[in-house]
């Protein structure tokens, strides 16, 4: 006889696992199902986790072999010990999974392994180590999403390698391309430009970060070519060739032209991601989905069957575990009574290189696309003592507020801890409050988050430190 519960979530992702344990947190009986002998999805366990984990240690070993003598520490030779490294990030995965665990035991989540399959509505197949049946009064379908692929560039997760592969090459490639200049092409390039790796970008369009502020965009670029990598946008690559000693890029312009060759010893494709629908039954049970493949839900994420909701990667919005994380909130909240809502707009983007950069809201060229009357507030942080203090000054904040009602419409930061700052704006915005409110709250000295402030302060072109 199938177990019975109240709610069967299918993905242990950080959308799924934090819907679980909130749901049971609520009186449900849960069960969460995932294909992986460790929780954490994707994120947890080849995604976000992992590549920041990355982030940081290659961070600390070019700081190290840059040298720090103008500061007053000395230090030897500095070299890399990659297997350690790699150790390192695979122990914070580990750590983290059990974390999980430990969560679901305490909350009393039910955790099956398994690939799951939707029969009908109410009942779930399982199938892993012992195949087995599950039913609930409703499914949440929780699958996250793939890495997209490309047309002309076989992914053997070697040498030509989709974000999990480039998680964990043996050795530092000579030169490594990356197909596509968004947040993880951008992150991982990073990584293996401080390792050692001589880093060439190449993007469809005529900008990074396509979704992001283009002044801040252009920064950013120039900032991480001061750091080594090259760019090649407005460029589109065919195909690719694998040899023994090098893999052959072939490209052209994005808007037509002679082609040409480029050799690396690895390809990075990272030109997004596509939700994770296929082997759940999607098509036989009628749930609808949109042209790209996302899930369709209603308000309550419920989709157009019912009983069925879905929350993540799988449905339209930003693909991003706090997202997620806030979807599968809002969505058991809602089965319990309550009234919860998740605002697409005031997700928050980050990307964790260094500098970082986050945005929040609008940017310039939709206010402008829109017709929207705003005035705009920037400080930069060469101008912050705690920066100064801490030798990191590369950056600014930009702040733009509504030019009548002063409601902060939009924060965009490239700079130090910028990834944190952001959160500040995001909790001013969620409760429609200005420029004004953030310039009149009082803020520690010396601190980056002074910045903010001071931004919000040249909304109004009264800057004290600038």
Known sequence: MADHYDLAVIGAGPGGYVAAIRAAQLGMKVACIDERPT???????V?????????????????????MSRIGIETGEVTLNLANMLAHKEKVVHDLTRGIEFLFSKNGVSRITGTARIEAVGRVAVEGDG??????DRIMIATGSD??????????????VTSTG?????????????????????????????????????EFLDRIVPGMDREIGERF?????????????????????????????????????DAETVECDAVLVAIGRRPRTAGLGLEE??????????????????????????????IRGPMLAHKAEEDGVAAVEIMAGLSAHVDYALVPGIVYTHPEVAAIGETEETLKEGGVSYRRGVFPFSANSRARASGDIEGLVKMLAHADTDRVLGVHIIGPEAGTLIHECAAVMAFG?????????????????????????AVDERPIHA
């Open 39 to 45: 929780l954490g999805g994707t994120c947890l366990n």
């Open 47 to 67: 995604g976000c986790i992992p590549s920041k984990a990355l982030l940081s240690t290659s961070e600390k070993f070019a700081a190290a072999r840059a040298g």
């Open 131 to 136: 195949s087995n049946h599950v039913q609930a």
């Open 147 to 160: 890495s997209m692929p490309l047309d002309g560039l076989e992914v053997d997760e070697r040498r030509v």
């Open 166 to 202: 480039a998680l964990s090459f043996e050795q530092v490639p000579e030169h490594l391309v990356v197909v596509g200049g968004g947040y993880i092409g951008l992150e991982m390039g990073s990584v293996w430009s401080r390792l050692g790796s001589r880093v060439t970008v190449i």
């Open 221 to 257: 670029r120039r900032a991480l070519r001061r750091q080594g990598l090259q760019f090649r946008l407005s460029t589109r690559v065919t195909g690719a060739t694998v040899c023994d000693d090098a893999i052959a890029v072939a490209l052209e312009p994005a808007q037509g032209g």
């Open 285 to 314: 049970l009628g749930v609808a989905r949109d042209r790209h493949g996302f899930i369709e839900v209603d308000e309550d994420f419920e989709t157009s069957v019912s009983g069925i909701f879905a929350i993540g990667d799988c």
């Open 433 to 457: 409050g200005s420029a004004e409110d953030i310039a009149r709250t009082c803020h520690g000295h010396p601190t980056l988050s002074e910045a903010v402030k001071e931004a919000a302060l």
